[in-house]
């Protein structure tokens, strides 16, 4: 097979590893829809998975016996590989934007959960004695003592959620055409651009790093009483 | 209008755990008159957290009653009665989230008060126990030394100004110096406010520092003594209190009085005696005595003016 780089610059015909031209030509109809597409994928994940997790996690911290299906439940679907997941799930709910979410969700679910129920677990017993002695309702404590206590684990298990829900993402375009996979995958199919491909793959990582150092600035703006000692 | 301070009274209170043979606190009966401190002491296994925390109701009550100016405390609504208690642990439980002077408006928060008078509350209160209102009040509590955290437990337990505090080993974590400093302060804090106090301690020292009448719990939760710190040092009622006071008992009897509580004889001002503070207790100045190996010393007053001198057999008089 004779690879096709189209009628572009010599660089495009030559397969450079950094064709300038091309990116400025393409930004508008490739890379910057990938990106938003990859933008929106995530955040619904991250989002739905955030929210389910919550709710399980008040259940399993409030009801020891509901921790440990859950937590097994969130540990079995973590080790189905991406791919697999993926085609496991296309018989049921098809090539849709449905099935790449059930997929993501489910893998945000092991690290929130988890990391929601042990920082709901570390809150000292002695604060919680002293929360108790002076008359906090069982919620007050809750809502007063014990979630913003557990902040610091909560937040720290979104950073990895969603820098590996942005990651997982790009494998999304083996079931829809959509996010910053689609323009790896057309190159890979096609004609192996490498321009596209070092585009697409950097800027998920660039968007991965993003999302991180606004985490890392929202945890220090919300908690910076975790960073004493 | 709440009272400034209140009476407790135990009333045969009881807590038996199930399961096991004797109860943690049997038939505990003993009443704390308002405005004063009454310490719980004894060996672990007594039952004195136990006591203390039946009368928030952290623990529940077996049998008996408690009663705080005459109204059981099974009565009121749990919330409304730690809400007016004051409760000091030795953990501190400061919130670790919450600046200082969060932490200290927790309590008036929840009752209610407008912003103006926390904040003026706040400030008053760290004045009161030896923080600094500008610098400290945004500090966060792991920014604090153990013994400053323990001052703002003083000030959070105080911040609603409870007729009633439960304080439970809060000195036991911290270093000695430090200790016998907040220890001082606490006293100073206690002739101004005068609460009535529960204070548990496994230190009889600090029990006959403190106290204004002891309670000696012994094993299984019983009452072994009750009574002022003089009278459970002279005349302990049984071999248990007497073991548990220790041997040195009539020298720790010297702790309860100062240099000032004396009949100063009209001084012959001999050059080379020990001059002494009238603050000081005598056994302190009797250490002074044995350590110079003198029979008489010179008592001054905080200017370092002599008032008089006191012999060795004053001392022990």
């Known amino acids: ?229 | 209008m709440r009272s400034q301070a209140a009476e407790l009274v135990f009333d045969e209170a009881t807590k038996q755990y199930p399961g096991r043979p004797e109860p943690a606190v049997d038939r505990l009966s003993l009443t704390v008159p308002a405005g004063e401190i009454c310490v719980l002491v004894g060996p672990s296994g007594g039952g004195k957290t136990t006591a203390l925390k039946l009368v928030n109701r952290l623990i529940p009550l077996s049998s008996g009653d408690i009663r705080i100016d005459g109204t059981s405390i099974l009565d009121l609504d749990l919330v409304t009665l730690r809400r007016g208690i004051g409760y000091v642990i030795q953990q501190v439980g400061l919130f670790p989230h919450m600046t200082v002077e969060e932490n200290i408006a927790t309590v008036p928060r929840l009752l209610g008060w407008s912003r103006q008078r926390i904040r003026e509350r706040v400030l008053e209160l760290l004045e009161l126990v030896g923080l600094d209102p500008d610098h400290d009040r945004r500090r966060y509590p792991a920014q604090l030394s153990g013994g400053q955290q323990q001052r703002v437990g003083l000030a959070r337990a105080l911040a609603a100004n409870p007729p009633l505090m439960l304080m439970d080993e809060p000195f036991g974590a911290i270093d000695p110096i430090v200790r016998a400093r907040l220890q001082e302060e606490f006293l100073r804090l206690q002739r101004e406010l005068g609460k009535t106090v529960v204070f548990v301690t496994h230190d009889i020292d600090e029990a006959i520092k403190l106290g204004d009448r002891i309670a000696i719990l012994r094993e299984g939760g019983r009452l072994a003594q009750y009574d002022t710190p003089a009278r459970i040092l002279a005349e302990p009622a049984d071999e248990f209190v007497a073991q548990f006071v220790g041997a040195d008992r009539a020298l720790k009897a010297l702790t309860l009085r100062t240099l000032g509580d004396l009949d100063l004889r009209p001084g012959t001002w001999l050059p080379g005696l020990p001059r002494v503070p009238v603050a000081t207790t005598l056994r302190d100045a009797l250490a002074v005595l044995v350590a110079e190996g003198h029979e008489r010393l010179i008592v001054v007053d905080e200017a370092g003016e002599p008032l008089g001198t006191a012999t060795r057999d004053d001392l022990l008089a």
């Open chain 1, 1 to 229: 097979m004779i690879p096709s780089f189209g009628q572009g610059s010599a660089c495009e015909r030559t397969n450079g590893w950094w064709c300038t031209d091309w990116l400025r030509d393409h930004w508008g109809d490739t890379l910057q829809p990938a990106l938003l597409q990859h933008v929106e994928l995530s955040l619904i994940a991250v989002a739905v998975g955030f929210a389910i997790a919550s709710a399980l996690a008040i259940a399993g911290f409030r009801f020891r016996l509901v921790d440990a299906p859950v937590g097994a439940l969130a540990d079995f679907l973590y080790t189905i590989p991406s791919l697999a997941l993926f085609q496991l799930l296309v018989p049921l709910t098809g090539l849709t934007e449905t099935t790449v979410e059930i997929a993501l969700v489910s893998y945000t679910l092991l690290v929130l959960y988890r990391n929601m129920v042990e920082g709901l677990r570390g809150v000292p017993a002695d604060v919680l004695e002293a929360a108790r002695g002076m008359g906090l309702t069982r919620v007050q404590t809750f809502v007063r003592v014990e979630l913003p206590l557990a902040a610091p684990a909560v937040l720290a298990g979104l950073r990895i959620a969603t820098v590996s829900t942005i990651s997982i993402a790009t494998v999304a375009a083996f079931v829809i055409p959509k996010g910053l996979g689609e323009p790896i995958f057309v190159a890979l199919n096609q004609n192996l651009f490498k321009t596209e491909i070092l585009a697409a793959g950097g800027l998920a990582v660039a968007l991965a790093l993003t999302a991180d150092g606004v985490l890392v600035l929202a945890q220090r703006l919300l908690t910076p009483w975790s960073r004493l000692r």
